[in-house]
């Protein structure tokens, strides 16, 4: 029989609800994004340029906590859709600027419906989703700085 308290029992684990939560998450989404031809991850790219426009690589990977080399497929991917373009800096020929298309300006009107359905899918009131969004930003944040000293 096993012992409830036993350190290395899955249920004990903080990381499996976590992961299991992320990966019913991008289920639920799978469908909505489908219907506007995008991944999650091209979505979260998206949603960061629908924020603001006329953002740097940089800054697409700081909001996003991505490294360039995870973010430069998906912009591929982007601008062959004809969502995003990329262009060099004027000022700064090292700088890559992502900006919207007008399809890409477009394609927010058909996502604004998904913030809603993911919330009412979650089962949870919108007290609990905040509560929960906070306790996640500084779980990410702590874990961040911690891994950012062992490095």
Wanted: charged share 25%.
């Amino acid at each position: 029989m096993l012992d409830v308290t036993d350190q290395l029992a899955l249920d004990q684990q903080l990381c499996f609800p976590l992961y299991a939560a992320s990966r019913a998450m991008t289920a639920v989404y799978r469908p909505r994004l489908d219907a506007l031809g995008l991944t999650y991850p091209q979505y979260l790219v998206m949603l960061v340029l629908w924020e603001q426009d006329a953002r740097s690589v940089g800054e697409v990977c700081a909001a996003l906590a991505l490294d360039s080399g995870t973010l430069s497929p998906l912009l591929k991917r982007l601008e062959a859709a004809g969502l995003v373009v990329r262009t060099r800096s004027a000022a700064d020929e090292r700088r890559v600027e992502i900006r919207l298309t007008e399809p890409g300006r477009e394609l927010r009107a058909a996502a604004c419906g998904i913030p809603a359905e993911m919330a009412a899918a979650a089962g949870l009131s919108p007290d609990e989703l905040g509560a929960l969004r906070g306790l996640l930003q500084r779980l990410n944040g702590a874990l961040s700085a911690h891994s950012a000293k062992e490095i």
